[in-house]
């Protein structure tokens, strides 16, 4: 008999080959499997998971249901090999989170954010046009913060107006286009750094030392620039508000608008933009359409005007 510790390799070896991301199933799976080995099941049932869960459950309700999802995946997988697997049903695990509605910035907003950012106190000069530079590429590009910073210098290629994203989220590379407004002061930015600094580093953006940012530092700077014009509560920390992620949410909004607006078809469009923003499926760009309420009343005249078009003919 082939134990579940082997599917669970055989598995993750066929996701691998599609290019599925591994790090959560697997971190997931394994502690799964091994207990699924230790109970001695032959087979895979929704009873065995909710022993897994009874014995291990501390977490909380939104942790189990993305555990349980995983599990589902393994299980959907495994049953096409042993039929007596069971596969966990969906709503096994009620989970009532939801994903929070985004804020979009105005033009106005996002200048009074990349202008305060370049006030920063920066000794060097290279701290405040660090941070002003990456705010604005996340308004016009809709990097993840985490995209940006992970840049080195070599995937800035400012003549061809493209970037290179080797640290995605998903684990793919995938290359973004930018206008030559951008091109102008990403090289603006770069001469200043390297005026400064000399041609030594190999991150893209970098603070006062020449050391890359952080994911930490720039969520926490983008908060106090925030609060700086008075759009954050002032608390310590990130305080409560829009979110350094909202710039990206921004761009996304904003180009789906742009495209209702001219006319164009969305439905051809957001292919590109499902490209642009790294995301391996299109449902997560269409939902931008119902989280933001003017894009869904358009969506929803845009639909009813091709309803009556479709009666009339």
């Known amino acids: 008999m082939t134990s579940y510790a082997d599917r669970l390799d055989q598995y993750l070896a066929e996701r691998r080959r599609y290019g599925g991301d591994l790090a959560s199933s697997s971190l997931i799976l394994r502690p799964f499997i091994i207990f699924a080995d230790a109970e001695g099941d ?28 995983i599990v589902r995946g393994f299980a959907t997988w495994l049953q096409g090999i042993d039929p007596r697997t069971e596969v966990p049903p969906r709503g096994l695990i009620p989970n009532r989170q939801r994903r929070q509605r985004p804020y979009i910035y105005t033009v106005d907003e996002i200048v009074r954010i990349v202008t305060e950012a370049a006030r920063l106190p920066s000794p060097r000069g290279v701290r405040g046009a660090s941070y002003a530079t990456l705010f604005g590429l996340l308004a016009v590009t809709g990097l993840r913060i985490g995209e940006a910073v992970a840049l080195d210098d070599e995937d800035v290629d400012l003549d061809a107006g493209l970037l290179h994203v080797s640290h995605a989220k998903n684990g793919r590379c995938r290359v973004v ?7 102008e ?20 953006f970098v603070g006062e030392n020449g050391r890359r940012l952080s994911i930490h530092m720039a969520g926490y700077t983008f908060a106090r620039v925030r ?57 997560g760009t269409y939902w931008y359409i119902e989280a933001v309420p003017e894009l869904l009343q358009l969506a929803s005249e845009r639909a009813q005007r091709s309803f009556g078009e479709g009666e009339g003919s």
């Open 177 to 183: 286009p930018f206008l030559a407004c951008t091109a």
């Open 42 to 69: 032959e087979w895979i049932t929704t009873d065995l998971f909710l022993r897994w869960k009874d014995r291990f459950g501390a977490a909380g309700p939104h942790t189990w249901a993305i555990r349980l999802s």
């Open 227 to 283: 609060r700086n014009i008075a759009f954050r509560e002032p608390k310590a920390g990130r305080g409560r508000g829009p979110r350094i992620h909202d710039l990206r949410h921004t761009m996304a909004s904003m180009t789906i608008l742009d495209w209702f607006r001219s006319g164009r078809d969305p439905d051809r469009e957001m292919y590109k933009l499902s490209t642009w923003l790294g995301h391996t499926d299109p449902a």
């Open 185 to 204: 002061r990403l090289r603006a930015y770069r001469a200043l750094r390297n005026r400064v600094l000399g041609d030594l580093p190999t991150a893209f």
